[in-house]
């Protein structure tokens, strides 16, 4: 059983940068590929991004791609990512998820951590 925890969350005004982190235990992280999905109040839960195992996969959500870096770090078990250029829009609870594989489909993730709250607001 993995267990997954974000964290980094906050309230940042657009334009500002923020760094998320996920941190995982109970299984062999390197063998996980990670994903990013958000929700935003009233709305679905949307793919952000996703990173493979050895990080020779990574890909975005067109609404993100150029502002948000996904990266990770094997021997930490921590999963990253970096959101710059913020814009109101962005305001969601971010969740992180451990898979076998790449998708950006939601059911395909086994493990889901909690969820940490970014708000983008002047």
């Known amino acids: 059983q993995v267990q997954v925890a974000e964290s980094g969350g906050g309230l940042v005004q657009p334009g500002d940068s923020l760094s998320l982190s996920c941190s995982a235990s109970?299984?062999?992280?390197?063998?996980?590929?990670m994903g990013w999905f958000r929700q935003a109040p009233g709305k679905e839960r949307e793919f952000v991004t996703t990173?493979?195992?050895?990080?020779?996969?990574?890909t975005y959500a067109d609404s993100v791609k150029d502002r948000f870096t996904v990266s990770r770090d094997n021997a930490k078990n921590t999963v990253y990512l970096q959101m710059n250029s913020l814009k109101p829009e962005d305001t969601a609870v971010y969740y992180c998820?451990?898979?076998?594989?790449?998708?950006?489909?939601?059911?395909?993730?086994?493990?889901w951590g909690q969820g940490t709250q970014v708000i983008v607001s002047s």
């Open positions: 998820a451990a898979g076998r594989y790449s998708s950006r489909i939601g059911n395909h993730y086994t493990y």
């Open positions: 109970g299984g062999t992280f390197g063998i996980y590929s």
């Open positions: 990173i493979s195992g050895n990080s020779g996969y990574l």
